[in-house]
């Protein structure tokens, strides 16, 4: 069973950066496509952006050109860089491992979850 550990949260300014990381454990990290999500309060978990086992990357519309999902199988990492930071980007950000190799955006498609990490941009 794969566990998944997300870290690299916190306050940043408008128009700042950060980069999340997402730790997996427990099993073939390179066998799954790796999602991250967020959710801010009141509102529905949504898909951000996901990664397949070989690179192939995809981004929900409001993170195209702002955030860059990547991953080090070696590390059995994968990371989630933020760039140009909005204060409607304000949420818990997670980290999840899909029962496929492939890239997916519904929830139903990840099996393993972190715990999240919070992220919150200020005006």
């Known amino acids: 069973q794969v566990q998944v550990v997300e870290s690299g949260g916190g306050l940043v300014q408008a128009g700042g950066s950060l980069r999340l990381s997402c730790a997996a454990s427990g099993g073939t990290f390179i066998g799954h496509g790796m999602g991250w999500f967020r959710q801010a309060p009141g509102k529905e978990r949504e898909f951000v952006g996901a990664?397949?086992?070989?690179?192939?990357?995809m981004y929900t519309d409001s993170a195209k050109g702002r955030f860059t999902i990547s991953r080090d199988n070696a590390k059995n990492t994968v990371y989630l860089q933020m760039n140009s930071l909005k204060p409607e980007d304000t949420a818990v950000y997670y980290c999840a491992a899909s029962t496929t190799r492939t890239v997916t955006s519904g929830l139903s498609g990840y099996s393993y979850w972190g715990q999240g990490t919070q992220v919150t941009v200020s005006s």
């Open positions: 990664i397949s086992w070989s690179g192939t990357t």
